[in-house]
């Protein structure tokens, strides 16, 4: 229902992915506040599956940008394109431990906060360095690409949330 205004709001500008990249940020940010108030409330089954679906949303996330973007940026810029994909190894990392803390409920609030801190610091680098820049020198079939991953992915969010 809510789905054609998202559609409309991604293609009106054209074909631009810094401001989707972004909400996208917000979103996952959103998600993962959702495993830390589920934590909170003493909700294993909750935590799980929010856990579950924010691992998976933010490895398709990082895949996204380094199809469709990361390989334009590093003929440009080897060294930004380098720093990006080290950040992803980085949380991906963080992922699987954090995930092994979840999977055995011992994750630690603290621990947790810090990671929001790494995405948060992660999402402002890529803001800078590479959605703007892409909106400029990435080709449209490749941002379109990037777009249609984004508009999927809302989607089944967007489905998942109905009632």
Same mark, same amino acid.
């Given at each position: 229902?809510?789905i #054609? ?5 991604m293609?009106?500008?054209? $074909?631009?992915?810094?401001?989707? !990249? !972004?909400a996208d940020h =917000?979103?996952?940010?959103s998600l $993962? %506040? %959702?495993?830390i108030s589920? $934590?909170?409330?003493?909700?294993r089954?909750d935590?799980? @599956? ?13 895949? #996204?940008?380094?199809?469709?973007l990361?390989?334009?940026l590093?003929? #440009?810029d %080897?060294?930004? #394109?380098?720093? *990006?994909i080290? =950040?992803?190894?980085? *949380?991906?990392?963080r992922?699987?431990?954090?995930? =092994?803390?979840? +999977?055995l409920h011992?994750?630690r609030?603290d621990v947790a906060?810090?990671?929001i +801190?790494?995405l948060? @610091?992660?999402?402002k ?11 400029e020198h990435?080709p449209? =079939? +490749?941002?379109?690409s990037?777009l249609?991953?984004?508009i999927e992915? @809302?989607?089944l969010? !967007? @489905?998942a949330?109905a009632p």
């Amino acid at each position: 229902m809510e789905i #054609a205004p998202l559609v409309v709001e991604m293609t009106e500008t054209p $074909f631009e992915v810094r401001e989707p !990249l !972004l909400a996208d940020h =917000e979103r996952l940010e959103s998600l $993962f %506040q %959702q495993v830390i108030s589920a $934590f909170e409330a003493g909700s294993r089954e909750d935590v799980d @599956a929010i856990w579950s679906r924010f691992d998976r949303e933010l490895l398709e996330h990082m895949e #996204a940008e380094e199809r469709c973007l990361v390989p334009w940026l590093f003929r #440009a810029d %080897q060294r930004a #394109a380098r720093s *990006i994909i080290q =950040e992803h190894r980085l *949380i991906q990392s963080r992922l699987v431990e954090l995930g =092994e803390s979840v +999977d055995l409920h011992t994750i630690r609030l603290d621990v947790a906060r810090t990671f929001i +801190d790494e995405l948060r @610091a992660h999402a402002k680098h890529e803001d800078r360095v590479l959605y703007s820049w892409a909106d400029e020198h990435v080709p449209e =079939e +490749d941002r379109r690409s990037l777009l249609g991953s984004l508009i999927e992915r @809302a989607k089944l969010w !967007l @489905a998942a949330i109905a009632p």
